[in-house]
T-cell receptor, first 117, second 116 residues
Framework: KAGVTQTPRYLIKTRGQQVTLSCSPI?????VSWYQQTPGQGLQFLFE???????NKGNFPGRFSGRQFSNSRSEMNVSTLELGDSALYLC????????????????FGPGTRLLVL | QQQVKQSPQSLIVQKGGISIINCAYE??????FPWYQQFPGKGPALLIA?????SEKKEGRFTISFNKSAKQFSLHIMDSQPGDSATYFC???????????????FGKGTKLSVIP
């Protein structure tokens, strides 16, 4: 099976702009989670989508949003970019079944590195 | 507050030695503890995971030891190799009540360098 893919891999934006990142989960996986990774804060949970619905949300401002499509692909959007949004944005997929031993195992993509100037 | 504290921040081990990374957590509702390995420019890759109903799990050279009463767990890498040089993250999750959703809370990471 192909792994989690994320596009684009690198992105440079300026303050005030908005950005959309894309994630394609492993085939058959219905849950997609997004994480932000920075040297200072480490890996922090942004939100999780399952069957096109946001099931869980981390402690990030409303400028960070996401959505999931019927084919489980997901996008996240950051509006009004700030310098502090520079980070590696990681997408992770999991089977998302409510029963089963490995339902919670999350498989990460390579990430999108965002630089805000 | 849901936190996972990881130590040490960095670790240098001789080839063939044992690398040990420790994590401690506070939230007793955590019920799944994975370890991830991350190489520069790559996303984290799942190494091994454990549930609190077992005290140890071994997969190849990687072993997780789990102490439920102390709320601590650790990763042991036996016969460490230069190819093991990477950043290792411990994590913990719990299912949100009724939601079926799992959110990983990560430690800050340990940069392991294995020298020949």
């Amino acid at each position: 099976k192909a792994g989690v893919t994320q596009t684009p891999r690198y992105l440079i934006k300026t303050r005030g702009q908005q950005v959309t990142l894309s994630c394609s989960p492993i085939s058959g996986h219905r849950s997609v989670s997004w994480y932000q990774q920075t040297p200072g804060q480490g890996l922090q949970f942004l939100f999780e989508y399952f069957s096109e619905t946001q099931r869980n949300k981390g402690n990030f401002p409303g400028r960070f949003s996401g959505r999931q499509f019927s084919n489980s692909r997901s996008e996240m959007n950051v509006s009004t970019l700030e310098l502090g949004d520079s980070a590696l944005y990681l997408c992770a997929s999991s089977p998302g079944r409510l029963a089963g031993a490995l339902q919670e195992t999350q498989y990460f993509g390579p990430g999108t590195r965002l630089l805000v100037l | 507050q849901q936190q996972v504290k990881q130590s040490p921040q960095s670790l240098i081990v001789q080839k063939g030695g044992i690398s040990i990374i420790n994590c401690a957590y506070e939230n007793t509702a955590f019920d799944y503890f994975p370890w991830y390995q991350q190489f520069p420019g790559k996303g984290p890759a799942l190494l091994i995971a454990i549930r609190p109903d077992v005290s140890e799990k071994k997969e190849g050279r990687f072993t997780i030891s789990f102490n439920k009463s102390a709320k601590q767990f650790s990763l042991h890498i036996m016969d460490s190799q230069p190819g093991d040089s990477a950043t290792y993250f411990c994590a913990a999750s719990t299912r949100r009540s009724g939601a079926g959703s799992y959110q990983l809370t990560f430690g800050k990471g340990t940069k392991l360098s294995v020298i020949p």
